[in-house]
């Protein structure tokens, strides 16, 4: 018997209703009726028009910038429509709720690496459990001790099977001249685990950063030359690191050609130019970050994982093992 909730309710904000609604497709339910929005003075509210007493509720919200209703919304915005919501949720008797965040923003700062430098991954978990989150469902933290930051259970899928899978399909014929590669040191066991599951080499751009948002190639760790390169990371924001890293591996490396991937697509300032720009082929995100309709560009793709929350959700709800979903 399951004793937490009496069946699955799925709520949404606003920052990315698509996948919201291709998980309830998954589940094969209805998405919760509610409205979140904002008062004239920028305040954000939320109105949940159902009944959630003893239910299951999953709210997802990535804490990323959003468009609607064509206005933009901060990631400000969307931590704050996140934290209402699951206290409104928390007041209304829900059985259990789970903060589905498919992309965990204020991450990048997740320890001190200078005097007076805030903690702001931490502060972000303490705000979530104070307002009344049971767990947290997210996808590719930017780093693995953020799940320590909470005190409630945390379940950080991998975005990599499903780039496994879609690269095992399109590199069938050339594998043997394929590489993966890690745009830097630091994503080095990511890349290592990704190449593995693919049997793929694996090689190394080192480079050296300057100053946030910008950074210098020094060398490349393996031999690429030749080679389809595929690039892994676990989100890109301004662009900057990736199309470095490619052009280092075609004009230094002599890479035959390279595509990159990776789980959050943040593209923020000229993210999208520099990959137009770039010796990138393809660059794949996952939808873990909506498609914006500002992005023009014909060598990026999205991946829904729907599927993948939607079966985290099912194994949550069952109180059977999320484990399988690692493999």
């Not at 309710?9 to 291709?22: C, D, H, I, M, Q």
């Not at 685990?193 to 090689?203: E, R, T």
């Not at 069952?318 to 399988?324: C, I, Q, R």
Request: glycine fraction near 8%; proline fraction near 4%; aromatic fraction near 6%.
């Amino acid at each position: 018997m399951i004793a937490h909730g009496k069946d699955i309710k799925v709520f949404t904000g606003n920052s990315n209703p698509e996948l919201a609604k291709g998980i309830c497709r998954e589940l094969g339910i209805p998405l919760g009726n509610s409205v979140v929005g904002a008062f004239s003075d920028g305040e954000n509210f939320a109105s949940i028009y159902e009944t959630v007493r003893g239910s299951d509720v999953f709210v997802v919200q990535s804490t990323c910038s959003f468009e609607k209703d064509g206005k933009n919304g901060t990631v400000n915005d969307a931590l704050m429509e996140l934290l209402i919501m699951i206290d409104a949720l928390r007041r209304a008797s829900a059985g259990r709720v789970t903060a589905v965040i498919p992309y965990f923003g204020y991450a990048r700062q997740d320890r001190k690496t200078k005097p007076r430098d805030p903690i702001s991954a931490k502060l972000v978990a303490n705000l979530i459990t104070c307002a009344g989150a049971d767990r947290v469902l997210t996808m590719d933290l930017h780093a693995n001790q953020i799940q320590g930051f909470f005190d409630i259970p945390v379940d950080n899928l991998l975005g990599s099977p499903v780039f496994v899978e879609y690269f095992t399909r399109k590199y069938a014929d050339i594998h043997d001249d394929s590489i993966v590669v890690s745009p830097d040191v630091g994503s080095v066991a990511r890349a290592r685990a990704f190449a593995q599951k693919l049997n793929m080499p694996l090689a190394i751009v080192d480079k050296r950063r300057q100053k946030a948002n910008s950074s210098e190639v020094m060398n490349i760790i393996g031999d690429v030359k030749g080679r389809h390169v595929i690039l892994l990371d676990d989100m890109v924001d301004t662009g900057g690191s990736l199309c470095h890293a490619a052009q280092a591996l075609v004009e230094l490396g002599g890479a035959r050609d390279v595509t990159a991937c990776a789980s959050h697509g943040v593209l923020s300032g000229p993210a999208i130019q520099r990959i137009n720009d770039s010796a990138l082929d393809e660059v794949i995100f996952l939808d873990t970050i909506p498609v914006r309709t500002s992005v023009h560009s014909n060598k990026i793709r999205y991946i829904s994982v729907a599927h993948m929350f939607a079966e985290a959700i099912s194994h949550i709800y069952m109180e059977t093992s999320v484990s399988p979903l690692f493999l």
